[in-house]
């Protein structure tokens, strides 16, 4: 993964809307300071260094607070859906690995605004 995902309050900062000054690195779209990472709960239409992307460029992501989905895969330790959807919870953070926090289940730590 060439993406960095930032983190903030122990949480990856992600928000689903997107503006006109928003900015790409490593393929993925993140907001004009590089403070928040676009995502998407539908949507996926290309494939990106193993990230599931938007046609716009938003990670494609589902929440997995209740629970992993059935058949998780790990991709560079992160947790995807079996239909390539990076795996996310609003549970507060338990671990960290590779400078990114995860919650009980193994889900990535984060915090989603609009």
Known sequence: MQ????????????????????????????????????????NGALWHDGLLLTGAGQVVVVDATAGLPSGVQWLSGLPFAPTGELCISSDPAVSWQNGLPFVANGALAATVSA
């Open 3 to 42: 993406a960095r995902f930032p983190v903030s309050s122990n949480a990856v900062q992600m928000s689903t809307a997107t503006a006109n000054d928003d900015q790409f690195v490593a393929g993925v779209r993140f907001d004009m300071l590089g403070t928040v990472v676009r995502v998407d709960t539908s």
